[in-house]
T-cell receptor
Framework: GIQVEQSPPDLILQEGANSTLRCNFS?????LQWFHQNPWGQLINLFY???GTKQNGRLSATTVATERYSLLYISSSQTTDSGVYFC????????????FGKGTHLIIQP | SAVISQKPSRDICQRGTSLTIQCQVD?????MFWYRQQPGQSLTLIAT?????????ESGFVIDKFPISRPNLTFSTLTVSNMSPEDSSIYLC???????????FGQGTRLTVV
């Protein structure tokens, strides 16, 4: 099956800093999503981005499908940005769901 | 996006017992899935819940341990059977609406088996 690798696995930043999270995938995809898992375990949809660039406030994402990677940018980090960020892909070809990366654990210190 | 209600939100269960988790969506959806997240780990797909027929299970998951029902387009249940402490995880329901590929998740059920 498709492989999804995220980097870095852990990231500790000061409030106000910027960060870039990376997601590499091993095959072509029909869907790529970024999620933020809050401390209560809830998955929040950040971006649905199988290709191209999107922005939502301080967050933006870019997926280069031909090179099989996606980047999530967080600018002017706030303590509420802390949590785990997951990249997940759907490669199609059946009724299977998303394949998740192992996540990036982000800690924003005040 | 669809509103997904998952119940219970958390539970503490005795080993050897079973727990049924419910997932209710406020609109008809094409696909419903169940995922497991073990402590400190990523999410793993358990199965696709198929309306009116047996679920499609991923490798490593079997119907006897994780029976799934989906009687209609808006509701599904996952049962965790004969539980052991290794079943302690967050279980999440996910849906995809018709004609779309973006997935949305319920708030999860945090299960602790003692």
């Amino acid at each position: 099956g498709i492989q999804v690798e995220q980097s870095p696995p852990d990231l500790i930043l000061q409030e106000g800093a910027n960060s870039t999270l990376r997601c590499n995938f091993s095959d072509s995809v029909n869907n790529l999503q970024w999620f933020h898992q809050n401390p209560w375990g809830q998955l929040i949809n950040l971006f649905y981005i199988p290709s191209g660039t999107k922005q939502n406030g301080r967050l933006s994402a870019t997926t280069v499908a031909t090179e099989r990677y996606s980047l999530l940018y967080i600018s002017s980090s706030q303590t509420t940005d802390s949590g785990v960020y997951f990249c997940a892909v759907y490669s199609g070809g059946g009724a299977d769901g998303l394949t998740f990366g192992k996540g990036t654990h982000l800690i924003i210190q005040p | 996006s669809a509103v997904i209600s998952q119940k219970p939100s958390r539970d503490i269960c005795q080993r050897g017992t079973s727990l049924t988790i419910q997932c209710q969506v406020d609109s008809q959806v094409t696909m419903m899935f169940w995922y497991r997240q073990q402590p400190g780990q990523s999410l793993t797909l358990i199965a696709t819940a198929n309306q009116g027929s047996e679920a499609t299970y991923e490798s490593g998951f079997v119907i006897d341990k994780f029976p799934i029902s989906r009687p209609n387009l808006t509701f599904s249940t996952l049962t965790v059977s004969n539980m052991s402490p290794e079943d302690s995880s967050i279980y999440l329901c996910s849906v995809v609406a018709g004609g779309q590929t973006e997935a949305f998740f319920g708030q999860g059920t945090r299960l602790t088996v003692v």
